[in-house]
């Protein structure tokens, strides 16, 4: 089978589960057998067509329209091709992501992108919290790969981030970075309190000077070299960067012996 | 083949398989990106005693640049890809990482990797950062003028090393001012290199000696001192021959600056005191890529118009 257009029969009474139904994993179903497949529904299975339209669609494309708060773990371990979502989305988007394309025109719930290694997220409306961040227990968020969030953030974003990009065109919550081990945050709007608390490497770019706990250094003023490569070279920081040839430097946490760092363009 | 009163020689360049990279050194100004690109360039004309051949390729105007800044593209050869891993970081780490201003970055994308700042990154101590962006890596070292930006490594290309043709002029400034023209010529086909100083060499050397241990000494057959003494291939009215080394990323590449060159020096002509081109050559059993001049210069217009 091609690609798949899921068109929700009523708003969701309970959680469902998406996880595993990507556009590489239906490519080897039928129509009939995408319908019967089983999600995970409240405190049971059922199969998608209870509670989808399915019909086929593009290939390699997974087209899910309206949306719901209630759908989690939409695109969750994507490797390759595209989900879009005309709407708002649930918990644990993209989680583990490793490839692929995930387009969300609405909100998602908490969690977007967490652990994800690879592939592009681009997200129109808000994030909830622990955004690119690592999930309940684990010692590693985001990876690798694209995090757009087009609005605004909640807490924790990046937590625990161990590499990858993300670009936040609104505001951020508190906590953002907080235990980041590596990686790139960048911040168009304001920043909640408690950036970068523990944050051992990694960069978090904005456009003022934030609220940061006691343990980080202010360094100066620098004409960085490195940023007129990452404005080329990175097309999202691009736009963020510009043309901007100097940094405010901010280099923390240093009460737990980090060297992560804080660039105010 | 004649054109415009040279004799192109029925002969051909013998060359050899290389392994070569490309890297981009950018600075503040185009000023001190050349002064970078000359100096990690330098005492590299000849891989049996320099252990690479180097030179720079162009200059590359900010537009086309990683990160904006003036710079030039030098490309390094070795004879094999063990050399030219350790060649590299050597010279970028005496002769970059110490230059004013400088950044580095990977020249060529395909390839065996050669490390860059993989190895340099070492010289911040534990205060370098990397960043790594989809699958490219860069590094900034902190230093006392501020931060050096490196590439993590750069691609690696099987090149040719050793293309060359012979200028064979009645006066040693007359042989010198045809080199000097193929030179400017040369230069703008891109994916070469001429490592010899200015692009020219004076002492084009043979393979062996009569002294024990040493690899190579004075072609004797061209030095113009000797004619009527040695088996000499030259003919009385030659006074000074000049020699020009081509190193490229492919053979199309150096067929290419080997044909610009001569182009040049036949554009000269007869009438600037150029008597014949030839080229330098092992019998042929050696190198496995041979630029017959004949071949390269068939195609060339010079020829259609001496018709």
């Known amino acids: 089978m091609a690609g798949l257009h899921l068109k929700p029969r009523a708003p969701l009474a309970a959680r469902a589960d998406l996880s595993g139904v990507t556009p590489a994993a239906l490519a080897t179903l039928s129509l009939r057998e995408a319908e019967q497949l089983a999600v995970p529904y409240g405190g049971g299975r059922v199969a998608l067509a209870e509670l989808f339209f399915v019909e086929g669609g593009p290939d390699g494309v997974l087209l899910i329209e309206i949306g719901d708060e209630r759908l989690d773990h939409v695109g969750a371990g994507l490797a390759s091709g595209e989900i879009i ?8 988007a993209g989680l583990g992501m490793s490839g692929g394309v995930l387009r969300i025109s609405g909100a998602a719930g908490a969690y977007l992108g967490a652990e994800m290694s690879g592939g592009r997220i681009e997200l129109n409306g808000a994030a909830g919290d622990h955004a690119g961040a690592a999930s309940s227990g684990s010692r590693r968020g985001m990876s690798g790969g694209v995090l757009a969030i087009h609005g605004s ?3 924790l974003l990046g937590e625990r981030q161990r590499g990858g990009l993300i670009v936040v065109a609104g505001d951020a919550g508190e906590g953002l970075a907080t235990d980041m081990i590596a990686g790139t945050v960048a911040v168009g709007g304001s920043i909640g309190p408690r950036l970068g608390r523990g944050m051992k490497r990694g960069t978090v770019f904005t456009h003022a000077v934030p609220e940061l706990p006691a343990g980080f250094a202010d360094t100066g003023s620098h ?18 960067i510009g043309a901007a040839t100097h940094a405010r430097r901010l280099v923390g946490d240093t009460l737990m012996g980090g060297q992560g760092e804080v660039l105010v363009v | 083949m004649i054109i415009n009163g040279v004799d192109i020689r029925d002969s051909f360049a013998e060359a050899f398989p290389m392994v070569g990279t490309r890297l981009i050194i950018t600075a503040d100004t185009p000023e001190w990106a050349l002064i970078a690109g000359r100096t990690t360039t330098g005492f590299a004309t000849s891989v049996i005693g320099c252990g690479c051949e180097a030179a ?4 590359v105007p900010a537009e086309e640049t990683p990160d904006g800044r003036p710079g030039v593209s030098i490309l390094i050869f070795a004879m094999d890809f063990g050399s030219l891993k350790k060649v590299v970081p050597l010279r970028l780490g005496q002769c ?34 990397s960043k790594k962006i989809d699958s490219k890596r860069f590094w900034r070292v902190p230093v006392m003028e501020g931060e050096f930006v490196c590439d993590e490594d750069t691609g690696s290309v099987e090149g040719v090393g050793g293309g060359n043709f012979l200028i064979l002029a009645r006066s040693r400034g007359e042989a010198l001012a ?18 010899f100083p200015g692009g020219v060499v004076r002492s084009g050397s043979k393979v062996g000696s009569k002294y024990k241990g040493l690899f190579a000494s004075t072609n004797h057959h061209y030095c113009p001192t000797l004619y009527g003494t040695v088996d000499s291939a030259l003919t009385p009215e030659v006074g000074s ?15 290419a600056c080997t044909r610009a060159g001569i182009e040049a020096v036949c554009r000269i002509g007869a009438a600037g ?35």
């Open chain 1, 85 to 92: 979502v005309d709407g708002v989305v649930g918990a644990w």
């Open chain 1, 153 to 155: 953030a909640g807490a």
């Open chain 1, 223 to 240: 004409d960085l070299v490195a940023l007129r490569l990452m404005s080329r070279r990175v097309p999202e920081l691009g736009a963020f």
């Open chain 2, 56 to 59: 720079v390729e162009r200059v």
């Open chain 2, 96 to 129: 970059v990482l110490t230059c004013p201003t400088t950044a580095c970055f990977a020249g060529i994308e395909t390839g065996k990797r050669v490390p860059l700042a993989k190895t340099i990154r070492y010289f911040g101590d534990g205060h370098q950062i």
């Open chain 2, 178 to 195: 045809a080199a000097e023209a193929a030179v400017a010529a040369m230069s703008q086909v891109e994916g070469n290199i001429l490592p």
């Open chain 2, 241 to 255: 021959v000049m020699e020009i080394v081509i190193d490229g990323v492919s053979f199309d590449a150096v067929a």
């Open chain 2, 273 to 307: 005191g150029v008597i014949a081109i030839d080229a330098g050559n092992y019998g042929g059993n050696l190198g496995p890529f041979h630029f017959k001049l004949r071949e390269i210069m068939a195609g060339s217009p010079l020829v259609t118009e001496a018709l």
